[in-house]
């Protein structure tokens, strides 16, 4: 399985063996894990050649939060954040991603050299598959339930993992319709987005299933709330327990792991895989 992601075409795993790694460029004061820290497009452009110096395979850069409880920015703001990062860093040699959920940032970060969106929304909004459509760009359909403002007050399912599996089956259905070829399309069950922390471990466990869906899976547990609810860290702790996360997901098939922490990441995996070449 390959992903085409406009000029680039990647394998489902590393020339390693292992899951592919986005690193996380949050361009944003209000980020839950580091709001603030590279709001400055400076800064943003120094980290996101940081974390492909230390292995990232893509970048996924956000100027807007969708944390539980973000309030929304607005378009010319979310605009004026992410595209001078994007077209700064144009040199770079993997997939620049760009995480928005609104068709006009789409087609002017695909303008700008974007190779990838990820959209939180899967490309409901008016407008966004015809954004998207007629480009190369690779896509990234997430599901979550709610708004990022109202998403965590009392979600609710009756089988989570098959709700999930429906929605981006049928979103990943509504993309072909629109003439829009798989080989672009990666799903993303949402960890964190409309979710308890029952519904997130649920999901894990049973990531596996998803392989059912035919594209590469993302999984983005890195910092997340949940694994603060189960050890009683802050964001700026969880690194042990999102490095736990990482390798559950990749035992349980994940194409693509969406972290913060792209060299701690890359170490683990590299031990894990390391222990299933010399197993037998």
Not at 60 to 83: C, F, T
């Amino acid at each position: 399985m390959s992903l085409r992601c406009g000029r680039f075409e990647l394998a489902a795993q590393s020339p390693a063996g292992r899951p592919l790694l986005m690193g996380v460029l949050n361009v944003t004061p209000d980020s839950f894990s580091d709001g603030g820290r590279f709001l400055r497009a400076e800064a943003a452009i120094a980290h996101a050649r940081r974390l492909v110096a230390e292995g990232a395979d893509l970048l996924d850069i956000g100027g807007e939060s969708s944390r539980p409880g973000a309030a929304p920015v607005g378009e010319d703001e979310e605009l004026g954040r992410i595209l001078p990062v994007l077209e700064a860093l144009q040199d770079l040699p993997v997939p620049l991603s760009v995480d928005t959920r609104r068709p006009r940032v789409m087609r002017e970060a695909l303008a700008a050299g974007a190779s990838m969106i990820n959209d939180i929304e899967a490309l409901e909004a008016p407008g966004a598959l015809e954004a998207v459509a007629a480009s190369a760009c690779g896509l990234c359909l997430m599901h979550k339930k709610g708004d990022p403002a109202t998403m965590q007050q009392d979600p609710a399912y009756a089988d989570v993992v098959g709700e999930v599996k429906a929605y981006l089956a049928a979103r990943i259905a509504a993309c072909e319709a629109a003439g829009i070829a798989r080989e672009r399309i990666v799903a993303d069950p949402g960890f964190g987005f409309g979710k308890t922390a029952a519904h997130n471990l649920e999901l894990l466990r049973r990531l596996a299933e998803f392989a059912a869906l035919g594209v590469p899976i993302v999984s983005g547990w890195s910092r997340k709330s949940t694994l603060g609810a189960i050890t009683g860290r802050p964001a700026g702790e969880r690194l042990a327990a999102s490095l736990a996360a990482a390798l559950l997901s990749a035992q349980a098939g994940a194409t693509i792991l969406r972290v913060h922490d792209v060299r701690e990441t890359r170490d683990a995996l590299a031990v894990w895989l390391a222990m299933r070449a010399n197993a037998g």
